[in-house]
């Protein structure tokens, strides 16, 4: 397999699940601001709206999105525990998880990308993703993880986007959880292979 990923974006959530999953794959770069891999490829003749995750599988086929290539990633080891069986509650409520970290969370980050957005702009996003982790640091209260004890995609994918709250100036002091959980997700293994491999540590 194949993960094109750009270093800190929203590709770290499934670099990491690779990693948890302990499944061979190969990294290959592709620049966000470019749109190009290291040799000159254009990677809009592979992911046609140019951004990234891509996961790109054995027999060629192509997987955009986090949310499903995360899953993917996941139903591939199941004795992982990465996420919980198709079909069951569990797995729904890590849907549930997967959606709103992706709507709520991860795309009120992108207007603060944005360096023609307005500064007063800028501060409502900032608000709203303050408001949306005080929610989750609400649902961590008791829990190691968004599930319960055992980590999942949904932990990879929350932490991915929750890391842009430093370089964005959105304080977390007054999120114990939450800051409690990035310290805990920012210490596992393969967590620390993949910041290392994408050059964030």
Known sequence: MKLYYSPGACSLSPHIALREAGLA????LASTKSHKLQDG???YGIN???YVPMLELDDGTRLREGPAIVQYIA????TRNLAPANGT???????????????????SFSPLFMPNMPEEGKKLYRDRIVSRLQFVDKDLAGKQYLM??????????????????KPMNIDLSGLP???????????RPAVQEALKVEGLQ
């Open 89 to 107: 509650l569990p797995r729904y409520r890590l849907q549930e998880w997967l959606t709103f970290i992706g709507t709520e969370v991860h795309k």
């Open 25 to 28: 794959f190969e990294p290959v």
């Open 177 to 187: 959880n939450v800051t409690a959980f990035m310290e805990r997700v920012g210490a």
């Open 48 to 50: 046609p709206l140019g």
């Open 41 to 43: 490829t254009d990677y």
């Open 75 to 78: 139903d591939q080891v199941p």
């Open 148 to 165: 319960g004890e055992h980590f999942s995609v949904a932990d990879g994918y929350l932490y991915t986007v929750s890391r842009w709250t």
